[in-house]
């Protein structure tokens, strides 16, 4: 098979491991890059399953990236966010592809919070399917540790989720309209109305934005940080309506310069938010504004 060939065959698919494994866009991207890069220079011609060794390629890629990222993710100002993937409803050839692997954003900060190597067994028997004896294969350990590592991962995704599959995405567009509203009116509580009791707010700025350090707790306290960052005149600016991974968001944007990204997840009952996601760090504003 011809390396275009493959590259169109296999790219989306190896893009959202990747994404899932990196939580970055741009990292995701440049993973493949340097894959099919390495791979023009590789005779696959021993290759038996040629699906299965790129994706042991692109995860192994992965888990190398994110060891040595560890240290600049430990010192992270305040909390790290994923950077959310910009995506489209319209219709195109690849239209049903993309949509079965998009992923939630609140289920790619649950993916965050394990570890890479936890990241990588859940990513390749969750969501490819692979049996765990080619996971051991893939990752070079012993069939019984995978399966351990799998468990561990399921039961510390299950503890801070409320049992959705993943894509199950929701509809986020009644919170986006709310909170338009609330910008524009400065009153914040028929928003707050859509938020669970103890909703949590969490904030990136990455040391570079101004920024919540440590996350908000409850619909009240959240209510009233927008209020009060409202009255400094932070939230003016152009609104944009922008699906991220599927579901509705907010880009707040001035004098061509993007300033906010706020994203929300859905609760089990689909009708309030137990989740704000707010990310203020330039950098990866930046590549959130290149995609649009």
């Known amino acids: 098979m011809e390396l275009e060939t493959v590259y169109l065959t296999y790219k989306q698919l190896l893009f959202s491991v990747a994404y899932r494994m990196l939580g970055s866009v741009s990292d995701a991207e440049d993973m493949l890059q340097d894959m099919f890069i390495t791979l023009q220079k590789t005779d696959t ?10 994706v042991k390629m692109v995860t192994n890629r992965c888990l190398n990236y994110l060891k ?16 959310p993937q910009v995506t489209s409803s319209r219709e195109d050839p690849m239209g049903s592809l993309v949509q079965d692997e998009t992923i939630s954003y609140a289920f790619l900060v649950l993916l965050q919070e394990l570890s890479a190597v936890e990241r990588a067994v859940f990513v390749l028997r969750e969501v490819l399917g692979y049996d765990y004896e080619e996971v051991a294969d893939m990752l070079q350990k012993r069939e019984a ?4 590592i799998y468990s561990r991962a399921k039961s ?8 959705e599959d993943e894509r199950s995405l929701g509809e986020t567009e009644p919170l986006v309209k709310k909170f338009l509203h609330a910008v524009g009116t400065g009153d914040f509580q028929d928003f707050v109305q859509l938020l669970m009791e103890d909703a949590v707010m969490v904030s990136d700025g990455g040391g570079k934005a101004s920024a919540a350090v440590n996350p908000i707790y409850g619909k ?3 209510a009233a940080f927008f209020e009060g960052v409202q009255a400094k005149g932070a939230l003016e600016g152009d609104w944009l ?17 993007p300033l906010m990204v706020i994203l929300f997840e859905l609760a089990a009952s689909r009708q309030q938010s137990n989740h704000l996601y707010v990310i203020r760090n330039p950098d990866k504003l930046i590549q959130i ?3 649009l």
């Open 220 to 222: 009240e306290r959240i």
């Open 241 to 257: 309506t922008v699906t991220f991974n599927g579901q509705s968001g907010l880009i707040l944007v001035k004098d061509r310069s």
């Open 45 to 54: 011609g021993h290759v038996t399953n040629l699906k299965s060794y790129l």
């Open 289 to 291: 504004y290149s995609e």
């Open 68 to 83: 040595s990222a560890s240290k600049q993710r430990e010192t992270y100002m305040g909390t790290w966010l994923p950077e």
């Open 156 to 163: 510390k995704i299950n503890e801070t989720s409320d049992e």
């Open 145 to 148: 540790n995978c399966r351990k």
